[in-house]
């Protein structure tokens, strides 16, 4: 079992830069694709970014060249960077782990998550 807890959340400007990071206790996230999800009010859980265990990276298109994704095996941690933010990104942010397979659309796929954290972009 693996707890995952995001941290970085908060409210930014448009335009501005910010870090999401989703820390793991119990297990090495290197075993697991990692993802991170976001869901604005009134929405869906939409899949923003993936990151398998051979690091390859899928993107959305709507954050693609914006967004990256990346581990940090010292702090046993999958990050998110968010650049170029605007007021369509806020939303509540979840990480996702999953040790079976690679990156999925699918958030029921998913059988590891974080608490969320806010990320409210002003324009």
């Known amino acids: 079992q693996v707890l995952l807890r995001e941290s970085g959340g908060g409210l930014v400007q448009a335009g501005d830069s910010l870090r999401l990071s989703c820390a793991g206790s119990?297990?090495?996230?290197?075993?697991?694709?990692m993802a991170w999800f976001r869901q604005a009010p009134g929405k869906e859980r939409e899949f923003v970014a993936g990151?398998?265990?051979?690091?390859?990276?899928l993107f959305v298109d709507s954050v693609k060249g914006r967004f990256t994704i990346s581990r940090d095996g010292a702090q046993n941690s999958a990050n998110l960077d968010m650049n170029r933010r605007n007021p369509e990104d806020t939303a509540v942010y979840y990480c996702?782990?999953?040790?079976?397979?690679?990156?999925?659309?699918?958030?029921?796929?998913?059988?590891?998550w974080g608490q969320g954290a806010q990320v409210t972009v002003s324009s």
């Open positions: 990151i398998d265990r051979l690091d390859t990276t």
């Open positions: 119990g297990r090495p996230l290197r075993s697991f694709s």
């Open positions: 996702a782990g999953e040790e079976t397979g690679g990156i999925d659309y699918d958030f029921s796929t998913y059988k590891y």
